[in-house]
């Protein structure tokens, strides 16, 4: 029969209609917009089309939006700096440090200096510490965020179910099993030193894929009627982006798969969006 296709497209248009009137509300309220800055240095094809569509997405709900590009050769000094003037900045209320960095940058020496008021991907020390104990105000990880929301609005049930993520990266693999757990699902993490990594995937009722490998994820790796999370970005070859499960294998067993792209980056980019407006709301409380 096929798997049931998890649209991200249709339902972060819906989700953005939602959010538009939250955000004028609070620009009637306040007298400005939420506003975002997107950080990055060089210029990473998928990073370069990912603040395309960031920009793109926030403006057109209302938001206020612009990129701080720092070149190649930039110093973590360098990138400290402008990391400081915006955490001063009292019309930046958001702000996302895009990866990759390049090579001959410490990202936690970056991400130490990063301000977590502002942290709307949920990325520092400081907001992964309350996501692990689940207490507190903070910014749930935006990207693990979407497919939380993607599985909910799709009535996926989560409790009791076995989730196996594959990928351990911070900013993807171990939040998303930090917010499977909180959904009461019993979660295993693969990563590149997993033996038999197909032995493992097979037994996930839902599996995340979030390696960064194009096309891992073959069908003899899924169990049949489970619910599939792609998160890959990749350009092979500098073709067309392709997503870490083999699509067009996995979808004829798979019982509900996530298309690459237009599956878990367009709620990324709302998810997103909630966290710039709650950010906004905090430092307006605040008096900031």
């Known amino acids: 029969m096929g798997a049931r296709i998890l649209d991200g497209r249709a339902l972060a248009a819906q989700l953005r209609a939602e959010l538009a009137t939250q955000v004028a509300a609070f620009r009637d309220e306040s007298g400005y917009a939420p506003a975002l800055v997107v950080v990055r240095v060089g210029n990473d094809p998928a990073s370069v089309s990912y603040a395309k569509t960031i920009d793109k997405s ?137 033996r038999d990594l197909g032995e493992i995937t097979r037994q996930g009722d839902i599996l995340i894929a ?32 392709r997503g870490d499960v083999d699509y067009e294998q996995v979808k004829a067993i798979a019982g509900a798969i996530t298309p690459v792209p237009g599956g878990t980056g367009p709620v990324t980019t709302v998810m997103l969006m909630y966290n710039t407006l709650q950010a906004a709301k905090n430092q307006r409380s605040n008096g900031q």
């Open 58 to 194: 926030f403006r057109e709900a209302g938001f206020g939006c612009r990129l701080e590009l720092l070149p190649d050769d930039a110093t973590v000094a360098q990138l400290g700096a402008v990391l400081e003037r915006l955490s001063a900045d009292e019309n930046v209320h958001g702000a996302i440090m895009q990866r990759p960095l390049p090579g001959h940058m410490d990202a936690d020496a970056v991400m130490s200096k990063f301000p977590t008021a502002k942290d709307v991907e949920g990325v520092t020390a400081l907001n992964m510490g309350k996501l692990m104990l689940n207490t507190g105000n903070y910014f749930p990880t935006a990207t693990p965020s979407a497919a939380i929301t993607l599985l909910k609005h799709a009535g996926i049930p989560l409790a009791g179910k076995h989730a196996v993520v594959a990928g351990r990266s911070n900013i993807l693999g171990r939040p998303m099993a930090l917010l499977l757990l909180h959904e009461n699902a019993t979660v295993t993490i693969c990563h590149s030193r997993t």
């Open 210 to 241: 979030a390696v960064g490998k194009a096309n891992l994820i073959k069908r003899e790796m899924v169990k049949p009627g489970a619910t599939v999370i792609d998160f890959g970005v990749n350009f092979p070859d500098g073709g067309k982006m």
